[in-house]
């Protein structure tokens, strides 16, 4: 599935709208250069399970957050990671990740996959691209 967005606004609603779609233990992995919108997309989505404080774990690698509202889902946790300064995947490993990656209570989405892909073989995913089109145009694909 592609779609055309033209402001950081309209990432936030698609997030809010992918986020409608989400159950527990679903993995998203968020493809795409520096500055693209991954961590808008992912503050869209989290906006949906009434979450509006995420920050960037690009130097905690990962970001729990508790579930607290979530009407028609049994998921109880959002969590947010991105892979930018990790420099081993065992590093994602010893502060517990994987306990997280398909846990059927738990959202996982995932900046920078493609450092963590040997985490991530054996799991069922949701790919999302996001391109670059101009200074506030993104195109995205969805590849489940
Ligand atoms: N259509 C758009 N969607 C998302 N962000 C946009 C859009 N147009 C402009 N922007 C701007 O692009 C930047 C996107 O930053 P964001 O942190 O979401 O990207 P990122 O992909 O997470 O980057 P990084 O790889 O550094 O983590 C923001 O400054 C935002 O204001
Ligand atoms: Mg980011």
Excluded at 21 to 29: A, E, S
Aim: hydrophobic share 35%; aromatic share 8%; with cysteine.
């Amino acid at each position: 599935m592609k779609h055309k967005i033209s402001s950081e606004k309209e990432m936030i609603e698609f997030g809010k709208d992918i986020a409608t779609k989400l159950n527990g233990g679903d993995i998203v992995l968020l493809y795409g250069d520096l500055g693209s919108g991954k961590t808008t997309l992912t503050k869209g989505i989290a906006s949906y399970f009434g979450i509006e404080d995420v920050v960037s774990p690009t130097f905690t690698l990962m970001q729990e957050y508790q579930i607290n509202k979530s009407a028609s889902t049994q998921v109880s946790k959002f969590v947010h990671i991105d892979t930018y300064r990790l420099e081993d995947a065992e590093d994602l490993v010893e502060i517990g990740a994987e306990d997280y990656l398909g846990d059927g209570n738990t959202i996982c989405i995932i900046e920078w996959p493609e450092k963590i892909e040997g985490l991530l073989a054996d799991k069922k995913v949701t790919k999302i691209i996001i391109e670059h089109d101009g200074e506030y145009g993104r195109r995205i694909k969805i590849e489940d």
